[in-house]
DNA sequence: CTTGTTGCAAAGGATTTGCACGGCT
DNA sequence: AGCCGTGCAAATCCTTTGCAACAAG
C-alpha cells in the first residue's frame, strides 16, 4: 500500500477516528506538492473558494499525519515549522543555502552507519535523528564573490 | 585568551559596546553553570535577592553571545531555545534520550569528513552544520523492557 | 556628554485550546 | 444516537520591541 492517502484512511479507521472531507483535502494537497511547506504556505495552498478550512485543522491535521507516521516536522532555522511527507524507508537529510534557502535533500550510507555506532558506544538504541548541513550554495557562492554583502538579505537562517 | 568571560569583554570593546553589571553577571553563571540552559532556566539561575535583572536582558545577552561566537543557540524538541557555552574549536554533535531527556555530547571525524565531502559533491560550501541522534540510553532502555508504558511522561521530545 | 543598555510592559508570531455546532460511523 | 472533528476566536507560550530612565565610555 504506497499510497499514503490510503495509509491514512487506514489510520483513521484503525484507531476510530473520522475521515472528514478537510483531512482529504489538507492530505491530498500535502502529499501531491513540494516538500518542507510550513502550516501557513499549506493553509494558503489547501482553502479555496469552495473550501473553508480554518487554519487550526491545517495544524491539528498535520500533526495527524506526524502520528501516524506520514510526515515529519522539522525546524530549519526560518522561525516556523515545516513539515515534509515521509516515504518511509527514503529517509534522508538536509543540505540547505544560507544564501537562497535551497533545500537539498541528501543520504550518505556510511554516514547512518557512523550514526549507528556512535550510538550504541554510548550505550544508545537509535530510534532517529536528524542532520542538517548549512552552507552556501555554488551559485551564491560565486555571487558572494562579485558582492559580498550581497546575500544577507533573502532567507536569514539563525542556524537553529 | 581561553576565558569567556575575557573574549566577551574584548568583543564588547572591540564594537563599541558596553560591559555592564548585568552582562557580566549572566555571562559568569552561564558559562560556570551546566549546558543547554534555556533563556527561562538561565534567567532564574541569574536573578537572586541581589541582582535585578529582567528577562529582556537575558534574551539579548544570550543573542549578544552567539554573535560574539561565544554560545550556539540550539532548538532539540521540547520547546524552547536553549544554548550552550561555544568553545571555539571544540564543535560536537548531540545523543539525546528521548525517555529522561540525558544530552551527550559526541564528536566523530569520519561524519565530519563525511559530512564535508556531501556538501562538496553537491556544489556547496560548508559553513555549519547540526546533527542531533535520537534514542534512549541503556537505563531507559531497561526500564522500558519492565515496564513499555513507563517513560512517555518524562521530556516530550517531539523530534523537532 | 553621547550612545548603548536596561526593565518593564506591551506587541508579536506561531501554535493551542474551549466551545458550540455539524457530520462521520 | 454518540462522539469525533471543525471553525472561530480567545488564550498561551516564547520571543521581540518601544520607551523613558540610566549608566558606561
Chains 1, 2 share one sequence.
Do not use: W
Not at 526560518?78 to 533545500?103: F, M, Q, S, V, W
Amino acid at each position: 500500500m504506497r499510497d499514503p492517502l490510503l495509509r491514512l484512511a487506514g489510520y483513521i479507521s484503525e484507531n476510530g477516528l473520522k475521515n472528514t472531507p478537510q483531512r482529504r483535502r489538507i492530505a491530498e494537497v500535502f502529499f501531491r506538492s513540494g516538500k518542507h511547506l510550513s502550516t501557513e504556505e499549506l493553509y494558503d495552498m489547501v482553502r479555496g473558494p469552495e473550501y473553508g478550512i480554518g487554519q487550526a485543522t491545517v495544524y491539528r491535521t498535520l500533526k495527524l499525519l506526524c502520528r501516524a507516521g506520514l510526515a515529519k516536522e522539522h525546524h530549519f532555522g526560518d522561525h516556523t515549522a515545516r513539515y515534509e511527507p515521509l516515504d518511509e524507508a527514503a529517509h534522508h537529510d538536509h543540505l540547505i543555502c544560507t544564501g537562497c534557502g535551497k533545500n537539498v535533500e541528501i543520504v550518505d550510507e556510511d554516514i547512518e552507519r557512523h550514526q549507528e555506532l556512535l550510538a550504541a558506544r554510548n550505550g544508545f538504541l537509535l530510534t532517529s535523528h536528524r542532520m542538517v548541513l548549512y552552507g552556501l550554495c555554488a551559485g551564491c557562492t560565486a555571487k558572494k564573490q562579485a558582492d559580498p554583502d550581497a546575500l544577507s538579505s533573502s532567507a536569514d537562517y539563525t542556524l537553529r
